[in-house]
């Protein structure tokens, strides 16, 4: 009889732990690197539907992925490698394959920038670029990445000089500067980390 009333004791218990403590929620959110592949991948699969086959080489080689995560807003800023991915799988028409973790992966490149410097003296743009503070290599896929350039440019009154800068680095740029890969896109980014423009490399 002592038996059944302690497992019936264990057996009609609260449910919280023997300790008394209460156990931590499991959380149900997404992970953000998950839903921004998710939405590549939707995008990308929209784009095979109606291209065809062929889409996945434009995509693929000449970087159209990369380019429509520039477009797709929110969702593909979350983790702009993961959103990449999965458009590059989706126009493939590929079986999804979620990340297991971040895939965007960011690293300075100070002797990059002081080239950049260096080559608008010789052209009289020093004081354009003096509004650029650091210089990214944004990392997208294992061959694609993007520039992205951080200045004390203000949202608002920085779109002019913004675009020129970009463009400024554009005529600049004519290889790959000693980097393996392929880069892609130079974006502009604001005081408060806002992407003012972006264009094509």
């Known amino acids: 009889m002592t ?9 009609c218990g609260s449910g919280k732990p ?11 959110a997404v992970p953000e690197y998950v839903a ?9 699969k929209a784009v095979h539907d109606s291209s065809g086959k062929g889409a996945a080489v434009r995509e693929t080689v000449w970087g159209g992925c990369t380019r429509r995560a520039l477009q797709a807003g929110s969702a593909a800023e979350m983790d702009r490698g993961s959103w ?24 300075t490149d100070a002797e990059m920038l002081e080239r950049f410097r260096a080559w608008a003296i010789t052209k009289g743009e020093a004081e354009q670029v003096d ?16 520039v992205e350039l951080s200045t004390d440019y203000s949202a608002g009154s920085g779109k002019p000089g913004s675009e020129s800068l970009a463009q400024s680095f554009v005529e600049w740029w004519n290889g790959d500067h000693g980097r393996d890969g ?14 003012l423009t972006a264009q094509r490399i």
């Not at 023997?18 to 149900?28: F, I, L, M």
């Not at 509004?131 to 993007?146: G, K, N, P």
């Not at 392929?182 to 992407?195: H, K, Q, Y």
């Open 18 to 28: 023997y300790d008394g403590s209460t156990p931590e929620p499991r959380s149900s």
């Open 3 to 11: 038996v059944a009333v302690l497992v019936g004791l264990v057996g």
């Open 36 to 44: 921004a592949y998710r939405a590549g991948y939707t995008e990308g």
């Open 131 to 146: 509004h650029a503070r650091t210089l990214a290599i944004v990392q997208l896929t294992e061959h694609d990445y993007d």
């Open 84 to 107: 990449v991915r999965g458009c590059l799988n989706g126009v493939a028409d590929a079986p999804e394959r979620l990340p297991t973790g971040p895939v965007t992966r960011r690293t």
């Open 182 to 195: 392929t880069a892609r896109n130079v974006l502009v980014l604001g005081a408060d980390g806002t992407r």
